[in-house]
């Protein structure tokens, strides 16, 4: 899939296509919807289908110290984009420029002339522009009035409400990982470069892949049963159960916050490699123990129980 940076303007083959916008961080069942939507109008018209999403999250710009609460990196949305069948991810930098856009110049300036958009597809929620002067009305009166369709998507919802990427943080926070995955139509996953750690784990005899959680949200601290993917081997590639370790490691000094995946059966060398480590069950707290036995010994149990939590895959 094409990467498309949103200082450029669109050329060639990839002009006049048909645009999904949102943040869309996560991807989940809601932001498949619109861009379910917005790839079907394209392949109706013979246009290519692009999604638009903003890097940083406008959160981000306007608030730089609130904490992490990303669910998807770039290259992850990238990925599942191309997977619903866009041609192409337009990622718009939100930047001190982009903030100050009008609602009237980000349609004509933006969307129409730099872009080409032939149609914007979005959420009923979706809104932008300077102060957030623009929402779905405006892109509708733009579009009668300058030629161009929009259509606006209504929100999914499940049993209980409207599916939203708060609602998945939410779940997350409190370990409940059958929620998130329901939302997100798969489970949480982190991405990230293998890391060479204190050795902890291989003196224990349950060696880890130590992994830093950057700017992904932070689950509830404790232990998870795990899925792991190397990316090196594509997207057939192994499938590696595990659990894991998300936290401070309170047994060991200093405290350092890591992703520690413990994969059963697997003894390769993963140092510098990328990998992706889903998260399918929270299986207890942090906790801190008293010598070396008890820790081992709570670990093996852990290890027991996250096999038979993933003995379904």
């Known amino acids: 899939m094409i990467r498309l940076d949103g200082h450029r303007r669109i050329e060639g083959d990839l002009r006049g296509g ?13 932001h498949q919807a619109v861009v379910g939507r917005a790839v079907r109008h394209a392949q109706d018209e013979g246009r290519p289908a692009i999604v638009a999403t903003f890097d940083p999250h ?8 609130v904490p992490p609460f990303r669910l998807t990196t770039l290259d992850q949305r990238q990925e599942l984009f191309a997977a619903a069948g866009a041609d192409a991810m337009l990622v718009l930098p939100f930047d001190a420029a982009l903030a100050g856009t009008t609602a009237e110049d980000f349609i004509t300036g933006l969307l129409l002339d730099r872009y080409g958009a032939a149609g914007v597809v979005t959420g009923a929620d979706f809104v932008f522009g300077k102060g ?25 919802d499940d049993a209980a409400e409207v599916i939203s990427s708060s609602r998945i943080r939410e779940a997350l ?13 798969r489970p949480f996953t982190v991405r990230n470069i293998v890391q060479h750690g204190d050795k902890n784990g291989r003196l224990l005899g349950f060696p880890t ?10 689950p509830r601290y404790g232990i998870y049963a795990v899925t792991g993917r190397l990316l090196r081997e594509g997207p057939g590639g192994r499938t590696l ?56 010994a709570q670990i093996a149990v852990d290890c027991d129980e996250a096999k038979a939590l993933l003995a379904h895959l």
């Open 18 to 30: 048909v645009i999904a916008l949102g943040n869309f961080d996560g991807f989940h069942a809601g």
């Open 58 to 65: 406008p959160v981000r710009f306007f608030k730089p110290d």
């Open 132 to 156: 957030r002067g623009g929402n779905v009305v405006t892109l509708a009166d733009h579009a009668r009035r300058l030629g161009f369709f929009t259509e606006m998507v209504a929100p999914v």
């Open 173 to 185: 926070q409190v370990g409940d990982c059958p929620a998130a995955t329901r939302l997100l139509t």
């Open 209 to 218: 892949a130590n992994l830093e959680m950057g700017q992904y949200l932070r």
């Open 241 to 296: 159960k595990g659990a894991a370790n998300l936290g401070i490691r309170p047994s060991f000094d200093p405290p350092k916050e890591l992703l520690e995946p413990h994969f059963f059966d697997f003894a390769e060398d993963l140092y510098g490699q990328e990998i992706d480590v889903a998260f399918h069950a929270f299986i207890r707290p942090e906790a801190k123990y008293e010598g070396m036995d008890a820790l081992m």
